[in-house]
């Protein structure tokens, strides 16, 4: 529950997974048709909050206009991560969020088969700082393809995903079987059904605001998983460290039962506390309970947290907490300071770094690999060396060979070459080391990329690694 409340903070830099799902169109409401123009209906008195519809599971809203002028901002789009830019990109539509957006919604609803969570449904809705037609949004308008069932000018961008234009500066990217929910949001949220989230949560200041909902069936299917762990693990001679395991599990699913909404916001402006969350639960009884755990994982939290995401730990926790935590009545109250929200930043951000070079040496691999292919068709057998490819004109840039992610690069470069005696076939070269990531052999790092013989690259364990290279070893005859 914790880490989702901080991880949206930066949902910039995320791109959410969605599922493939059955159409069932759903018809735009009338106020967004009547007396439409051929090319956009009047859309004066609504805005993005209008269309986030009110029984929905997650609502982050994002103010760009104001996130802009912060020095968060400054951090999630500084070379060379650019979060921002690499989530832009990742969408399948022309969306500039430095210059065009002023603020974003995006909503969500968790789909179920069988009891079990089973992918998402979910809208962004955009609120642009100027008037855009849509056709400016598409990034391949022949592979685009017109939506006429919505009533409003719309095109299917994706295999899931469509775009649909409700004004000059209001669009909602949504995939397609609930395109047409938050399309017709305007009618619904004005009477909204029991149990819904509170359009007011999403109006609290600051830059960002967000709301989740423990909705009757995702409770269903946490009680349904806590079943058949049940069943499945405990008995009497359970031991020691398993039982500590399902303890824990056994508390996070009573929380997980109780719990009705998390709402919270992200303030950056003056000396106010940056976060500032709520979790509403259904018994008051949970609330102290929430808290002494939650307190007592401040400080563990914070201490662990870049390890959580891709750093090392620091040694000891700084004297100040990283959130604290109050009870009234059955509501927890959380908040962090924007000193904490920096050091989160940081290491997330340190973490996405990493990531992005992690994900730039693995590309490098792969071009390696497409080299040694072609060395091999000609001259029948694997290069010894990378100069080798450099001699066969194979490597003309030999900036392929530095490992973004090394901290200090060999002047021989950043990969090491598997120099095996024959060329590898079928099945077994897709299990033959050919290249992998120089380390030291002091620290080696928990995961590494390596070069399979058929030129796919993967993401080991140092474990699997040794394996693998001592089969290589095994091959080379040593």
């Not at 037609?133 to 598409?138: P, Q, S």
């Not at 039962?257 to 506390?273: P, R």
């Not at 201490?303 to 907490?321: F, Y």
């Not at 071009?367 to 060396?385: N, T």
């Amino acid at each position: 529950m914790l880490r989702t409340i901080l991880a949206l903070l930066l949902m910039l830099a995320v791109a959410p997974t969605f599922a493939q799902a059955a159409e069932t169109p759903a018809p735009a409401d009338p106020r967004l048709t009547s007396g439409a123009s051929p090319d956009m209906p009047p859309t004066a008195l609504l805005s993005t909050l209008d269309f986030v519809p009110a029984d929905t599971d997650v609502a982050v809203l994002v103010r760009f206009d104001a996130l802009r002028r912060t020095g968060l901002w400054k951090r999630l789009t500084a070379p060379p991560t650019d979060l921002c830019r690499r989530w832009q990109e990742s969408l399948p539509v022309a969306i500039d969020f430095e210059k065009d957006v002023a603020a974003a919604a995006w909503v969500a609803e968790i789909a179920y088969a069988e009891g079990r969570p089973d992918g998402l449904r979910y809208g962004l809705v955009l609120e642009m700082a100027r008037d855009i037609r849509i056709t400016d949004l598409l990034r391949q308008t022949a592979d685009n393809h017109p939506t006429a069932r919505l009533g409003v000018p719309a095109f299917d961008v994706g295999p899931d995903l469509t775009l649909a234009a409700v004004g000059p500066r209001l669009f909602v990217l949504a995939s397609r079987d609930y395109v047409g929910m938050v399309l017709a949001t305007p009618s619904i949220h004005l009477a909204p059904p029991s149990g819904a989230i509170l359009r007011d949560a999403l109006t609290a200041p600051g830059e960002a605001a967000f709301v989740a909902r423990a909705s009757p069936a995702l409770k269903e299917a946490i009680q349904t998983e806590y079943t058949r762990l049940h069943q499945g693990l405990l008995r009497p001679n359970l031991g020691g460290e398993s039982l500590m395991q399902f303890s824990l599990y056994y508390n996070l699913v009573r929380l997980a039962l109780q719990t009705e909404t998390v709402t919270g916001s992200l303030d950056l402006s003056g000396d106010a506390d940056a976060l500032r969350a709520e979790i509403r639960f259904a018994s008051p009884g949970m609330a102290p309970f929430a808290v002494a755990i939650l307190q007592a994982m401040a400080d563990p939290l914070q201490m662990g947290l870049p390890a959580l995401v891709g750093g090392q730990p620091i040694e000891e926790p700084p004297p100040e907490l990283f959130y604290r935590t109050v009870v009234e009545g059955s509501t927890v109250r959380l908040t962090m300071t924007r000193h904490a929200v920096d050091r989160f930043a940081g290491s997330l951000l340190a973490a996405a770094r990493q990531a992005a070079a992690f994900d730039t040496s693995a590309e490098n691999l792969r071009h390696l690999g497409a080299a040694i292919r072609d060395y091999a068709a000609h001259k029948g057998a694997y290069p010894r060396l990378w100069t080798d490819l450099a001699r066969a004109s194979l490597l003309p840039d030999p900036t392929i060979l530095m490992n973004p992610a090394a901290n200090v690069h060999r002047p021989t470069g950043d990969y090491e070459l598997m120099p095996l005696p024959t060329t590898v076939t079928g099945d077994a070269a897709a299990q033959t080391l050919l290249a992998y990531e120089c380390f030291s052999e002091a620290t080696p790092p928990p995961r590494l990329n390596v070069l399979y013989a058929d030129g796919h690259v993967e993401q080991v364990t140092y474990e699997a690694f040794q394996a693998l290279y001592r089969k290589a070893v095994r091959i080379l005859g040593h």
